[in-house]
């Protein structure tokens, strides 16, 4: 292969050349590390367990390619080969421990690769002929850590391009960032557009974020249930894809902040609007996202809550549906929601009157959020719910650092009963006065 440089190119590769002091033949000695454990039980590698090392594969290099590793320049300056210059020891050649699971193969791909970009011939003067061939992922990710164990910082824009144009699937991705958080990859691999694959994998038909936005924006014109299922099967659909995900967080946040306006901006088109349906959503949504749960609920009780008068109740009433009385919440969560809902003293009357009767029969980590939150506000509260607050000092405090699960008892079968006589109750008194 035959190439013309520019002159400063040239000025540039003759210094690098004149800074290692080795003869015009550089012999390069790989040796194939494998993972195993020492006598101490430490993962190690065959060296260091006191076997027999791996016989290396020596490769000669030409001075044209070993200027270009600056890990060979480094193990050949006079300030690093001194000791063994002493010694006796030969400074021609330099020995290379490879990463594990790394066959001499991968290096001789890029020795071969710097070769034919140099202008040398890989077959006359490296002793090996250069095949290209298509690589899997795994593969891709074995030149990447040779490349970094060798310092080859110039080619790791085309190996990102390499590693990227593997990515077939969505496995492939989960094992390209599996890979990321397990083996030191360079920041060229780790800051690669891995959002641009994504996309690229995505379904073509999905809806995109303007258009999860306008839908959004029209559906809370409408307390139409049908509505509010189209709305609720685009946002599962887009869920599955890790980038679709993030931005329909960032829609609901952006709705339940304000950052469009009040959700009852828009003039309904039947008897109600669809704010009580969105915050149905937003609810079920953060049960699925946790990362988001603290920000959602904050939203709902510091932004939304001061849009209209008659949204309060409506965000008391999606907290208690879709939230509290769900047993994947955690305590730490449960008493995120209750604090927010305690730090509004006007609507305290609402929330007596209308869910005391439920407050025995939410799971274990609501009851004992409510039952805490409740202390604050005990001169104002009705009997019913002082009841409840009584049981629940009743049983065995919380430990911290002790697991959910291992404090939800089996309920006895008079609490079983207690409870269902509590929601019959509830139900038939909305039945005789459903105005009150």
Sequence with gaps: MSCEWPESMLQGRMSSERSISSPPLVLLEAVESHEGFGQDGTPCTDQAKGGVAATPRIFPLTRSVASR??????????????????????????????????????????LAWLAAD????????????????????????????VASMLQLDELMPELANLVLETIKSVEDLAYLENACSCLELPPEIREADFQARRARLEPAGLPDEAQVRGMIASALGTADGKVWRVVQKVIDRREAWPRLAAENANILLSFATGKHGSIRAVP???????????????????????????????????SVYSMDPELPPEIIDAVFKELLVHEGLSFTQCEHVITKLMQREDQLEYLFHEWSPVFPTLPCNARRALSKGLLPAVGKCPHQALDFVLKELENPPYRPGQADHSLRMCPRRADLTRNAHNWIGFFLEKWAHPFR
Excluded: N
């Design 268 to 302: 309904h088109t039947g008897f109600f609007w669809g704010s009580r349906d969105f915050l149905y959503l937003v609810c079920r949504f953060i049960r699925k996202r946790p990362s988001f749960f603290d920000a959602m609920v904050s939203a709902m009780f510091d």
């Design 118 to 145: 140099t202008g040398a011939s890989c077959e006359e003067e490296l002793g090996f002929t250069l095949q290209w061939r298509q690589v899997d992922l795994p593969g891709a990710l074995r030149l990447v850590q």
């Design 69 to 110: 590793i600056p890990y060979v320049v480094s193990a050949l300056s006079s300030d690093w080969r001194r000791d063994e210059k002493e010694e006796g020891g030969q400074t021609g050649s330099v020995r290379v421990y490879l990463p594990a699971g790394c066959s001499t193969s991968v290096l001789q791909v890029l």
